[in-house]
């Protein structure tokens, strides 16, 4: 019976050890994410990855040097309203000679909390993009994504 007794204990000792280890294969996925790969600058998608990153950042200067003159042009009149998105996540790139059509989506985090914990919306969204001079610019942004860094301009 001493025998009998043993068993389970092993068994829940088995157990035990294979929840363990998945909970620390769990971990080290989740802190060595770290970062999302660089695109390559002369792709769409690394672009537009830049681009956004120096919106979310504040580096509007970095940002306007990604826009085309048309783009620039289309910030008149436009007022910044609401929060900046939290996280773009690249869903496709569909590329011609010498347009791009970068296709994203958008996760803003609305900053209120409610009974459920913080309210965050998600929307498909999509850049255009030109080749200029061999260079990739954005034409058209999200408008959650508009870098407009000089003064609005009244109609």
């Known amino acids: 019976m001493n025998a009998a007794a043993r068993k389970p204990d092993r068994i829940l000792l088995i157990i035990v050890a294979a929840i363990a ?6 971990l080290a996925v989740v802190f ?3 970062e999302p790969q660089v695109l390559d600058e002369s792709t769409p998608a690394g672009v537009v990855q830049r681009y956004s990153t120096a919106v979310i950042s504040g580096d509007t200067t970095t940002a306007d040097s990604y826009l085309t003159d048309s783009a ?10 609401g929060p900046l998105p939290t996280r773009i996540v690249h869903i496709s790139t569909t590329e011609r000679d010498n347009t791009a059509l970068v296709r994203v ?20 969204d999509r850049f255009s993009l030109v080749k200029a001079d061999g260079r990739w610019m954005v034409d058209q942004a999200p408008y959650q994504l508009l870098s407009c860094t000089g003064p609005a301009v009244k109609p």
């Open 105 to 124: 989506s958008v996760v803003v985090n609305t900053g209120s909390g409610g009974p459920f914990g913080p309210s965050e919306y998600e929307m498909e």
């Open 32 to 34: 060595t994410r770290g």
């Open 21 to 26: 280890a998945l909970v620390i294969v769990a």
């Open 72 to 81: 620039r042009s289309r910030c008149r009149g436009f007022a910044e309203s």
